[in-house]
């Protein structure tokens, strides 16, 4: 039974067994049921919430951390870590996961900008008649076969996959000596096919993402994508950001190996579902490109990770691979080879690399920003005449971790908030209309940049009380401000925004603009000076620019030069899947890329302390913004005064 089946029966109640010494959290997987967990399993997120109504006599005292994390209330009530709550003895626990704490679908992004490519696929298939043997010419399979393909397509073969070398008698044969061969960049036969298959040329792009996975299934004659799958990257479970998973996977060999199985079967998965869909089969897969951070393309390869966390944090490899699909465990044809972009650095990936393909900000004249915000922030500065790179540790606050009802982008969440400067009144919106679980990262964002706006909050971050409403209120936790009461939400609680989420957005955005400061240092260079803004991933299709602008996200650039782009790197994935010239491409970026390692620039905690405040402690940046707050705030002094 699921989570939601659970909930749509007549109790939300469920009697799950336990051992001794496991955590809740590991009985409810062990039984297939996940519940949010963006730490990892490792009590730092607090989104495990479940509640215990019986045996909870056998289970561990709540920990320090839970205490800290659940209210009094909470605890009273018989709500737990599901993490941190273990049992003393082998038992059963009867649960209730409260609707909050469910893993809904996560609203993904896989479209993006796409910029036409000539199609000249790495892969292509021809159709053979080859002249059978003879006591007169016994010539071998392989040589008749190579010599067809040289006099009829001027194709000198220089290799063979193994599998379909020991295939090739019985596929010749069987199919009288007409046969389609598919081959890889005109040198290594990939594979033989009885009778004519050249209108079944397909290849998969995935876009490997920390959060979620992005596959597009396409048609290697025409360059069309004929469907396009996602999920949400199981590794997830390990923890909602790249550090902890690297972390987990330093625990030895069987971690590594269980984080590089969890994302290869997800491929696996994606490949199978995109070709049942297509009314194909996974074998008729013959190319396969795939763009994703540095973690992630080290977690594919099944490459030790663990050197990214260190300083000076160097990749395994940095150039672009190809691997047999055999070798990497893909359920395609077997002698396929799998392409991975090239990485910049430890945290400057192959993904965003497709995204300077996709945007083409390689080739611009004007100076364009590329950024992609996600619990890794890759940064982009530069046009034709050079690139500049960065990545900073904007953390998983944007995507829901460490706030207070932070949630992911899924039904149920508030993905936009309103708040009247005047009256403090709250208006919102909520993925798929029902009564609101949750905050998602787009409207956390906004409503610290409308409490700001509204002065509720002041440039310090401070949430301030002498805003006098009921909305605005001092708990044993701190200050937070009611954005859903109780009685509207879909939870047991009031929907917060505390003055600790306040902290969390001006840390990560902080990140985000340090980041862009400094690369913009680097390149000698003025805000007003960058021409384009380019938006990337799923935060960036979602987030409100004023918003982002407001709070000194990014450097006060006018709206009009910001351009949503969607999913680019798997755009990007998709451009190296139809064109080989574009893999080629990827590997002349690289070489264009000077990385910038924020840690080692000497101004950088000047910046980033600077940046904490709202928009910014260096108010000469943010002119207009600091302009637009001071006229509100006077409109409240005035009302409050009444002299307005």
Not at 27 to 51: D, E, F, P, T, Y
Not at 182 to 202: A, H, L, M, N, Q
Not at 330 to 355: E, R, T
Not at 391 to 402: D, L, R, V, Y
Request: proline share 4%; with cysteine; charged share 25%.
């Amino acid at each position: 039974m699921t989570l939601s089946e659970i909930r749509e029966s007549r109790s939300n109640r469920l009697l799950i067994s336990i051992l001794e010494d496991e955590s809740l959290l590991e009985a409810l997987r062990s039984r297939g049921l996940n519940i949010l967990s963006m730490c990892g399993g490792r009590g730092l997120c607090g989104k495990c919430r479940v509640m215990v109504p019986k045996g909870s006599g056998n289970l561990t005292r709540p920990t320090q951390t839970e205490r800290a994390l659940l209210s009094r209330a909470d605890l009273d009530a018989g709500y737990r870590l599901a993490c941190l709550a273990k049992s003393t003895r082998t038992t059963a626990v009867e649960l209730v996961i409260p609707p909050e704490s469910e893993e809904t679908q996560q609203r993904l992004v896989v479209s993006g900008l796409t910029p036409h490519v000539t199609l000249m696929p790495a892969v292509r298939k021809f159709f053979l008649r080859i002249q059978s043997p003879t006591l007169k010419d016994p010539t071998a399979d392989l040589e008749r076969l190579t010599e067809t393909l040289r006099k009829k397509e001027n194709l000198r073969i220089s290799d063979v996959g193994y599998r379909t070398l020991r295939v090739l008698p019985r596929i010749l044969r069987g199919g009288d000596w007409k046969v389609t061969v598919s081959v890889f960049k005109e040198k290594k036969i990939v594979k033989v096919e009885p009778g004519d298959r050249t209108d079944v040329c397909y290849g998969f792009a995935v876009d490997i993402g920390t959060t979620k996975l992005a596959g597009y299934l396409v048609n290697l004659n025409n360059g069309e994508t004929a469907t396009t799958v996602s999920s949400l990257n199981p590794q997830a479970k390990y923890g909602a950001d790249i550090i902890s998973r690297i972390t987990y996977t330093m625990r030895g060999e069987e971690a590594m190996a269980e984080m590089n199985r969890c994302v290869v079967e997800a491929v696996n998965s994606l490949i199978h579902e995109a070709c049942q869909k297509a009314g194909l089969s996974t074998q008729d897969v013959i190319d396969v490109s795939v763009a994703g951070n540095t973690a992630m393309h080290h977690f594919f390869l099944g490459l030790p990770s663990g050197y990214l966390s260190l300083a000076p944090y160097p990749p395994v490899a940095r150039r672009g691979l190809e691997v047999e699909a055999d070798k990497l465990g893909l359920n395609i044809a077997p002698d396929a080879k799998a392409y991975l972009f090239p990485v910049v650095a430890g945290f400057v990936g192959g993904d965003a690399v497709a995204d300077m393909i996709a945007t083409r900000i390689h080739s611009a004249r004007e100076l364009s920003m590329l950024i992609d915000i996600g619990t890794n922030a890759e940064i982009v500065l530069g046009n034709r005449e050079g690139l500049v790179a960065c990545s900073c540790a904007s953390g998983p606050a944007f995507e829901g971790a460490h706030i207070k009802h932070g949630m992911r982008a899924s039904e149920g969440a508030i993905e936009k908030i309103w708040i009247d400067p005047q009256t403090l009144d709250v208006s919102y919106r909520v993925i798929g209309g029902v009564r609101p679980v949750g905050i998602c990262g787009s409207a956390i964002v906004d409503g610290v940049a409308e409490m700001f706006r509204s002065g509720v909050v002041d440039s310090r971050g401070r949430i301030l009380r002498e805003r006098r409403t009921w909305r605005i209120r001092e708990t044993d936790g701190g200050t937070e401000m009611v954005i859903v009461s109780k009685s509207d939400a879909g939870i047991d609680d009031d929907i917060v925004v505390t003055q600790s989420d306040v902290r969390e957005i001006q840390l990560a955005k902080a990140a985000v603009y340090t980041g862009v400061s400094i690369l913009m240092r680097h390149m000698r260079v003025k805000p007003d000076e960058v021409r384009k803004v380019y938006l990337a991933g799923a935060f960036g299709t979602y987030v409100d620019p004023a918003s982002a602008r407001d709070i000194g996200m990014f450097p006060e650039i006018p709206l009009s030069r910001i351009e949503f782009v969607g999913n680019t790197a798997g755009s990007g994935a998709r451009m190296a899947l139809i064109s080989n010239p574009t893999r080629r491409l990827a590997e002349r970026i690289l070489s264009r890329v000077d990385y910038v390692e924020l840690g080692a620039d000497p101004r950088f905690q000047e910046e980033f302390l600077a940046a904490t405040d709202l928009p910014n402690a260096k108010k000469e940046l943010f002119p207009t913004v600091n302009r637009i707050i001071e006229h509100n705030l006077s409109l409240f002094q005035k009302k409050a005064s009444g002299d307005l």
